[in-house]
């Protein structure tokens, strides 16, 4: 049976880098992608990436911006909310938000759906598919930590992009593996990125 089809999307918080690296590693080992982009997101990448690439063509991620290989990734439009992960038919795989805005989570939490970032993810919550949040705020307020309460009562992971040192990092490379070792093993997708801790063999 193939495999599921996992939806990535990328809001405008700072952190653009963790979600290249789980495009990578998800492009490596042949996974299927479905990638939707935030306008915001685009400035983030501009920022923190490369402020010369075309990341979105007709209000679509470039796979060429992105390096992916289309065999592997379809892209689709923030605001096509008749793509097939607005139903919950077709998003059997779950999503990724990653990095997560402050302002997409508590969209979200709200339950407002306003795009299709936000209907994907909605979709998830009621149809109990896996739902991996990756916001990269800090300090935090108490209107986000409401908000990120309120989502994994309804079942909802956070999972703060928050790197461990433990595995003696050397390079930033490292540093964004650990966390797309914690978001892959969040949605039960097998890797062989790093060894688990305690797994000396
Ligand atoms: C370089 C840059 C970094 C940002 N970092 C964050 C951040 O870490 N967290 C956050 O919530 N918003 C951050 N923002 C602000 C969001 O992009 C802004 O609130 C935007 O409206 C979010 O839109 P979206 O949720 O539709 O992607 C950043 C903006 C820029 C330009």
Known sequence: MATSRLVIALTGASGAAYALNLLQHLGRMRHPVD????????????????????????????????????????????????????????????????????????????????NLIERAADVCLKERRPLVLVPRETPLSLIHLENMARLVRAGATVLPASPGFYHRPASVGDLLDHLVVKILDALGIPHDILRPWGDDA
């Open 35 to 114: 990638l939707l982009v935030s306008p915001s997101a685009v400035r983030v990448l501009e920022c923190e990436v490369d402020g010369e690439r075309d990341w979105v063509v007709d209000g679509c991620p470039s796979l060429k911006a992105f390096e992916l290989d289309d065999h592997d990734v379809r892209v689709f439009r923030r605001d096509d909310v008749a793509a097939p992960m607005a139903s919950g038919t077709a998003l059997k795989a779950g999503m990724v938000i990653c990095p997560c805005s402050m302002g997409t989570l508590g969209r979200i939490a709200g339950g407002m759906s306003t």
